[in-house]
């Protein structure tokens, strides 16, 4: 290899080498010596973007708001509390409670007394002619006057007495019971009507025989647990 390197340096090689060498040295020297001669107006200008002015909006300032004056504390108000008294428990009896209706007393019929209450002393019976005691009062009144309930109760019977004819019996509380004898045959109540103070229950008759021989009249008695008591002070309680 050395020897084809020394053949081709050697002779006409060597002049072909040389001339290849000075054309690129040529050319490359053409070559800087025009694009270095450039005028600058050829050079490419730098862009420069130029941007339009912005007007700045026009802001108004807000107004400044009154200021309220500081609030200065106030000393605290004392609160006044109410204390109740606590109550004891009350006991609350639940057993019911029945209502009474008002004690109301009349008379059964108005007239002249006859014959008294007596009790204690014996009176002159003009029709059995004799001498007995009388259980209530005899009231002088026209035959067919309406009698009354003396208070309120229960007709406890109406019957026709063989002595006192015909007869209606009322119930009170407090073991009452008022009788009504010598009425017309056809009282206006029967056993086990509820009766009021004032309320009508028959007329005067001339029903009973033990009592023939007097006026017209009604016989009127009041008892007690059984036992006779005086019509007028029934009346006046």
């Known amino acids: 290899m050395e020897h084809k390197l020394k053949s081709v340096l050697s002779g006409t090689g060597f ?3 040389l001339a290849v060498c000075l054309i690129a040295a040529a050319v490359s020297g053409w070559f800087l010596l025009f694009s270095g001669d450039k005028p600058d107006e050829e050079q490419a200008a730098p862009t420069e ?9 026009y802001i108004p300032e807000p107004e400044p708001e009154d200021e309220e004056p500081p609030v200065e504390a106030s000393a605290p108000v004392p609160v006044e509390v109410e204390i109740v008294p606590t109550m004891p428990e009350v006991q609350v ?12 007393i009349v008379e059964p019929l ?33 035959p067919g006057t309406t009698v009354l309930a003396a208070t309120a109760g229960t007709v406890s019977s109406v019957e026709d007495d063989p002595l006192m004819g ?26 086990g009507d509820l009766v009021t103070a004032g309320q009508i229950i028959g007329a005067v008759g001339a029903t009973a025989s033990a009592e023939a021989a007097q006026s017209p009249h ?6 007690q647990d059984g036992e ?10």
């Open 15 to 17: 002049y072909l080498l």
């Open 49 to 57: 973007t130029v941007s339009a002015p912005v007007e700045s909006a």
């Open 166 to 191: 015909t007869t209606v019996v009322i119930e009170h509380q407090g073991g009452y019971a008022t009788t009504y004898s010598n009425l017309q045959a056809r009282p206006t109540v029967e056993p």
């Open 228 to 237: 006779a008591v005086d019509p007028g002070e029934f009346l006046k309680s």
């Open 218 to 223: 009604l016989h009127f008695s009041v008892t």
């Open 110 to 142: 108005k007239g002249e007394v006859l014959m008294a209450f007596s009790m204690d002393q014996l009176v002159y019976s003009p029709t059995l002619a004799d001498w007995r005691t009388h259980d209530g009062v005899d009231i002088s009144a026209k």
């Open 93 to 104: 009896d639940d057993t019911p409670v029945m209502a009474e209706p008002p004690k109301l």
